[in-house]
C-alpha cells in the first residue's frame, strides 16, 4: 500500500476539515502520518469561519424569535456584542488543542511550520525536509481583497469575527454568505450598516424570490442596501473610512468589511515546481483527487471544483482519501448531495436541484411550494417567514429541496436521506419521525409527493 523508504506514508499540508477528518482514523489504522500547519490547528472553520459564526449568530436568532412570540412573551431584551464575543472565545480557543490532541493520540506529528513542496515526495518544513509516499494539500482559502487604491483601510471575515466592540457604523462590501450574515449580525447589534452589492442580486446561488425577502427585511430593519455600486477607493479621514464609488457617491463609515469572497491559497507552496496544476479556482484533481503529479492529492476548498465548497464536502473528501490510502476502496470519488444554508434571520437552505433550475425545465422537474407558516407545529413559534419547495423528477423522486425560515437548516437536514437515497413512497412511510418536531412536519410534506 505504502512505499517504506520514506519519513512518513501520508504528509498533509494543513490541518482543516480537509484533513483531520480522514487523518485520524486513517492514523488509527496504524499509517504513518505528519500534518504540518503554519496557523492554527483545525484551520478556519472551527477558529475564523462557521463555528464562530454560529456562536456569534445564536443570539440573533433568540432574539428574533423573541420578536416572533411578542405579545405572549413580553418585556425588552438586550444584547451584549462583548459578552457574546467572550462567549464565542470561551468555546473556539479550546478546539485546536482538542483537534491536535486527538491527532496526536493517533501517534500523528504535528509540525508546526510553513511546508514547501521541494519534489513529488519532499516537503521543506521550515528548513528540514520530510519525505512522504503521498501527500495531500489541503490549505483552503482566504479572503479576498479589492484592488483598489486603499484596500489596506478594508477589514475581512477573521476581523469581524474579533472585534472586541461593535462599530456605530459598519459599510459591507459584497453579497455572498458572509456579507448577509454579517450585515444581519451587525444590524442587529446596534450598528448602521451599509450593504454594498456589486451587481443588482445577492446570494446569487438561491432563490432569488426568497433572497429578496431577506434584502427587504434587513432594509425594513434600517440597512441601506445599495445595488450596482462599483467602488474605486477608500481612503482614511480621521478615525472615519470613506468609500468612494463610481457613480454612487461616497459612504462615510467607521469600519469596512471586505467581503467580495475567497481564493485558494496556493501561493508559496511548491506548486510549480513540483508541476501540480492550478488555477485562480484552485488545485486541479482528477476523479479519485489526485493532482497533475500521481502521488500528491488535494482535499477540501482549495480544489477547483463545481461542488460547493463548504465544511461538510471537505469532510467527505478527506474521509474518501482515507477510505482510498487504506485500501478500503479503489472507486473513483462519488459526491452526495451536498446541501447549503445561509445563517441570516431567517435561514435560506436548500439542497439537490436549485428552485430556479427546476423552474426552468418544466419538462424535467415538478416544482411543489409550501406555505410554511400554515403549518399548524410552526404557527407554535409564530413566524414571520416560512416558506419553500420541493422538486420532483419525472419519476416521482425528491430531487430537491429548498426552504426560507428560521428552521430551514433542520428542514434540509431532514429531507437529505430522501434525496440522496432515492426513497420510494413505500420506504418513506418507514420513516417515523418523533411527534410533534420539526422532522415530522417536513417529512409530512414529502409522503405522497
Not at 136 to 142: A, E, M, P
Not at 209 to 228: F, H, S
Not at 431 to 447: D, E, Q, R, T
Request: glycine share 8%.
Amino acid at each position: 500500500m505504502f512505499t517504506q523508504n520514506y519519513d512518513y506514508d501520508v504528509l498533509y499540508i494543513g490541518s482543516g476539515h480537509g484533513t483531520f477528518d480522514g487523518a485520524i482514523p486513517l492514523a488509527a489504522k496504524g499509517v504513518k502520518i505528519a500534518v504540518v500547519e503554519a496557523e492554527r490547528i483545525g484551520g478556519t472553520c472551527p477558529n475564523w469561519g462557521c463555528n464562530a459564526k454560529i456562536i456569534l449568530d445564536n443570539p440573533v436568532a433568540l432574539k428574533r424569535h423573541m420578536e416572533d412570540v411578542h405579545g405572549i412573551v413580553n418585556g425588552s431584551v438586550t444584547i451584549d456584542w462583548p459578552a457574546n464575543m467572550a462567549h464565542k472565545e470561551e468555546i473556539i480557543d479550546g478546539l485546536p488543542q482538542a483537534i491536535e490532541g486527538m491527532m496526536t493520540s493517533n501517534k500523528i506529528d504535528v509540525l508546526f511550520a510553513r511546508a514547501k513542496l521541494v519534489d513529488a515526495h519532499t516537503v521543506d518544513v521550515n528548513g528540514e525536509l520530510k519525505t512522504a509516499d503521498k501527500i495531500v494539500i489541503s490549505t483552503g482559502l482566504r479572503s479576498n481583497h479589492l484592488t483598489i487604491p486603499g484596500t489596506e483601510f478594508a477589514h475581512d471575515s477573521r476581523d469581524f469575527l474579533a472585534l472586541e466592540t461593535m462599530p456605530k457604523h459598519i459599510t459591507i462590501i459584497g453579497g455572498g454568505y458572509i456579507a448577509l450574515e454579517f450585515a444581519t449580525m451587525a444590524n442587529e447589534f446596534g450598528a448602521q450598516v451599509n450593504l454594498l452589492l456589486h451587481g443588482d442580486q445577492a446570494l446569487r446561488a438561491f432563490p432569488q424570490a426568497y433572497v429578496e425577502q431577506i434584502l427587504a427585511d434587513l432594509a425594513q430593519r434600517g440597512v441601506n442596501i445599495k445595488r450596482n455600486v462599483e467602488i474605486t477607493a477608500l481612503e482614511q479621514s480621521s478615525d472615519e473610512v470613506i468609500v468612494h464609488t463610481a457613480a454612487d457617491g461616497e459612504f462615510t463609515t467607521d469600519w469596512v468589511l471586505d467581503a467580495t469572497g475567497r481564493i485558494p491559497n496556493v501561493e508559496n507552496i511548491g506548486l510549480e515546481a513540483v508541476g501540480v496544476d492550478y488555477n485562480q479556482n484552485g488545485i486541479v484533481v482528477d476523479e479519485y483527487l489526485r493532482t497533475s503529479v500521481p502521488n500528491i492529492y488535494a482535499s477540501g476548498d482549495i480544489i477547483d471544483k463545481k461542488i460547493p465548497k463548504l465544511t461538510p464536502t471537505a469532510v467527505f473528501e478527506s474521509t474518501y482519501l482515507m477510505h482510498t490510502f487504506a485500501g478500503d476502496t479503489t472507486d473513483p470519488i462519488n459526491y452526495p448531495v451536498i446541501p447549503t444554508v445561509v445563517f441570516t434571520s431567517p435561514r435560506i437552505a436548500q439542497v439537490g436541484v436549485s428552485l430556479d433550475y427546476a423552474l426552468a425545465n418544466p419538462d424535467k422537474y415538478t416544482v411543489q411550494k409550501h406555505d410554511m407558516k400554515s403549518d399548524w407545529f410552526r404557527q407554535v413559534g409564530k413566524p414571520k417567514f416560512g416558506e419553500g419547495a420541493l422538486i420532483y423528477n419525472q419519476a416521482g423522486q425528491l430531487v430537491g429541496a429548498t426552504e426560507l425560515s428560521e428552521d430551514a437548516a433542520e428542514v434540509i437536514n431532514t429531507l437529505l436521506p430522501a434525496i440522496e437515497f432515492k426513497f420510494t413512497a413505500e420506504q418513506l412511510e418507514r420513516l417515523v419521525y418523533l411527534f410533534p418536531s420539526i422532522g415530522f412536519s417536513a417529512h409530512a410534506l414529502i409522503k405522497k409527493p
